[in-house]
């Protein structure tokens, strides 16, 4: 259902079930999946392509170009999966050549005046609060919570299940399954409670907690910690994950707090 105050390209790919409100602006080569609603004032622009059932609320803006200098004009995409809620104002820019692309994964809320920039990858089931600001090229995996206000520098990683302080100034990696905390940002132990919401047994929840007494409680650097995890801890999914998370880490994880 479009409104004659609204704005469509004729190249753009609408479903017949999205509902479209007035002075709503999308732009070509944009796709728009069954059942979306786009609320009014939203700007949708060129290469975006927006899944399944999403709300997007008013003032957003999908699909600008980058803020990024180094940017020369190349064919580049947003992509906003299925179930996807886009509140007031957020803005979700399009890729460059180093990736090719935005993403924003299924079921997540990104909640107003949050910024998604080039290059990022935002898993699924994610919460961003309030003001969340994602730097270029940051990854963000499933079921991340991020406190309102939160500033992710470029190129960080932020691990599954993890849950972010409100305010918090980013520029390490943040491992699978952990609070963080505090200024600068530190290790707050395991997100425990978040677990036992998604059904994480007890026996889990242990494990992944003594995987992080020798990462942050052993006095051990990263390297001789991982190999003693190896060594000692059995393997599971969830030690695993740590252990590829910590190795593949570029920036360094966050440290324990002192």
């Known amino acids: 259902m479009k409104q ?6 004729p190249d753009a790919k ?11 602006t999308i732009d070509k080569n944009v796709i728009i999946g069954e059942g979306t609603t786009i609320g009014s004032n939203v700007t949708i622009l060129e290469g975006t392509r927006i899944g399944k059932n999403c709300r997007i609320f008013p003032g957003a803006v999908i699909g600008a170009i980058p803020q990024d200098l180094k940017f020369k004009g190349e064919d580049t995409i947003v992509e906003i999966g299925d179930n996807t809620t886009i509140r007031e104002y957020v803005t979700v820019n399009r890729g ?6 935005t ?13 998604v920039a080039h290059d990022t990858v ?3 089931n994610v919460i961003m609060s309030n003001c969340v600001q994602l730097a270029g090229e940051v990854v963000v995996d499933d079921f991340a919570i991020i406190g309102g ?17 409100g305010g918090a100034l980013i520029n390490k990696d943040i491992p699978p399954y952990v609070k963080a905390a505090r200024t600068p940002i530190s290790y707050a132990g395991i997100n425990s409670i978040g677990l036992r919401r998604r059904n994480f047994t007890n026996e889990t929840i242990r494990d992944i907690q003594e995987i992080y007494r020798y990462l942050y409680l052993s006095g051990l650097n990263n390297s001789d910690a991982v190999e003693r995890i190896e060594a000692e ?12 998370f910590v190795k593949n880490s570029q920036k360094g994880i966050i440290k324990g707090y002192i």
């Open 4 to 9: 004659p105050l609204a704005y469509v390209h």
């Open 14 to 24: 609408i479903a017949n079930n999205v509902v479209i409100e007035p002075f709503v």
């Open 96 to 101: 460059t050549a180093a990736k090719g692309k």
């Open 103 to 115: 993403v924003v994964g299924n079921n997540c809320l990104i909640m107003a005046y949050c910024h």
């Open 122 to 124: 935002v898993g699924s």
């Open 149 to 165: 206000g939160a500033l992710v520098h470029q190129f960080c990683h932020i691990g599954s299940h993890v849950m972010i302080q």
């Open 233 to 244: 801890l059995p393997a599971t999914k969830e030690r695993d994950e740590i252990i590829l």
